[in-house]
């Protein structure tokens, strides 16, 4: 079925270099798309949202970019730190009147010190 | 302020069994969705209740059920236990809209034996 996949599981990055995280997805028919950070042991922490009109939104370190036309979207961290190891999903609500919010697998970041 | 809080933290049952977990969205949402995460994948949406009533449905089955209550609380029954029922389970509010950001708990581990 339709679904929000990640090209890459893990992803290690030195710390102070910019991290880029990956995701395609497939339903046409999504409103918006979501990344979350999850640190082990915790629930998932909204990071940034992008709206299927937009192709690109900042936020505080980290930029979003929707491309409608291959189906992609991208997490950008700026700066990656210590801090920022976790695992990063990417998902998408779909439309149809309440929050049906598709998952994907999960991008491990691993910052190296 | 205080964030979606759930209970149990952990929960040990055994198959066969019924369980009731439970929600306490942030003050002021009135919409809870609940989801099942299995280790290593992304949460898999199960329900959406806004103002006490079903919104949505996830492809699970219907031992699993939920209710919301007129404070906005939530609690989420799973009947007749199997082992692959083990997983995070976590519960997500938002103020009301379809993409309205979606606040996550810490989640309920539950473990079947």
């Known amino acids: 079925g339709e679904s929000v996949g990640l090209h890459l599981p893990t992803l290690s990055v030195q710390e102070g270099d910019n991290s880029i995280i990956n995701c395609a997805y497939s339903?046409?028919?999504?409103?918006?798309f979501i990344w979350y950070k999850q640190e082990s042991g915790k629930g998932p922490q909204f990071i940034i949202d992008?709206?299927?009109?937009?192709d690109k939104r900042q936020g505080q370190r980290v930029t979003v970019l929707l491309n409608k036309t291959v189906k992609h979207l991208s997490l950008q961290i700026a700066a990656t730190q210590p801090g920022d190891s976790a695992v990063y999903f990417c998902?998408?609500?779909?439309?149809?009147?309440?929050?049906?919010?598709?998952f994907g697998i999960g991008t491990k970041l691993q910052v190296i010190p | 302020d205080a964030g979606v809080t759930q209970s149990p933290t952990h929960l040990i049952k055994t198959r066969g069994q019924h369980v009731t977990l439970r929600c306490s969205p942030i003050?002021?949402?009135?919409?809870v969705s609940w989801y099942q995460q299995v280790l290593g994948q992304g949460p898999q949406f199960i329900f959406q209740?806004?103002?006490?009533?079903?919104?949505g449905r996830g492809n699970f089955p219907d031992r699993f059920s939920a209710r919301q209550f007129p404070n906005y609380s939530s609690e989420l029954n799973v009947n007749a236990l199997l082992l692959g029922d083990s997983a995070l389970y976590l519960c997500?509010?938002?103020?009301?809209?379809?993409?309205?950001?979606?606040?996550f708990g810490p989640g309920t581990r539950l473990t079947v034996l």
């Open positions: 998902a998408e609500n779909i439309r149809g009147g309440y929050q049906k919010v598709t």
């Open positions: 992008i709206r299927s009109n937009m």
């Open positions: 003050s002021g949402h009135k919409s």
């Open positions: 339903n046409s028919a999504s409103d918006y």
């Open positions: 209740y806004y103002e006490k009533e079903e919104r």
């Open positions: 997500a509010s938002s103020l009301a809209g379809a993409t309205d950001t979606q606040y």
